[in-house]
């Protein structure tokens, strides 16, 4: 279980700095993927942008997550089982231990990456998918007629597949304009659940 911890933990850091365009580079460190993932993501709704109290108490919550996960290293280190096993018969943490460490982990994880996700429906991911903005692509299909040799051809696929940054440019102009709220698709990532891409880019 506390190997399965850092493991989600480096996970979500890496994913939230790639779809933000952050690279990682080969071999980074834990507390160096938590740093950085904290620093792309804004962590307090604009509502609370001028309480100070908020803000500072949020950042120190989650300023604490760099000490969660040293903790999570080093137990895992010293009491997870790894890849060659070990003494049967060696002493080990009670399991209430273990189990501390998942929940804050599935806790503290859930939140950021949540944030991170919010965040993003606003101010478009370096890294997303065609389909992942349905209005947006509905706006340009509407828009915007495109046949070729009598055969209709979807605006918004075409400029997604072909000129990438061009519909990226689109899609945060598009965001700007009041009224264009996104369209969520399926509920919040959640405490305890595994995220998954199931749609073609």
Known sequence: MLTHCRGIFETVCRTIL????????????????MSEALKTVK???????????????????????????NGVVALRNSQGVGPHGRDALEAVLDSSYAELVAQATDSAIALLYRLHRK??????????????????????????????????????RALYHAEVEA??????????????????EGEDFKEGEATSESRDG
């Not at 790639?18 to 993927?33: F, I, Q, S, T, Y």
């Not at 709704?45 to 996960?69: Q, Y």
């Not at 519909?167 to 969520?184: D, N, S």
Request: glycine residues 8%.
């Open 18 to 33: 790639a779809d933000r365009g952050v690279e990682c580079g080969h071999d980074p460190k834990p507390n160096w993927l």
């Open 167 to 184: 519909y990226r440019q689109k899609l945060v102009e598009f965001r700007l304009r009041p009224g264009t709220e996104p369209i969520a």
């Open 119 to 156: 965040q993003a429906e606003n101010d478009p991911l370096k890294r997303f998918k065609y389909g992942d903005h349905p209005d947006f692509d509905r706006y340009i299909d509407e828009n915007n007629r495109v046949v070729i040799e009598d055969t209709p051809i979807l605006a918004s």
């Open 43 to 69: 962590l307090t709704p604009e509502t609370f942008d001028n309480d100070s109290s908020v803000n500072d108490g949020v950042r120190d919550v989650l300023g604490g997550l760099n000490r969660l996960l």
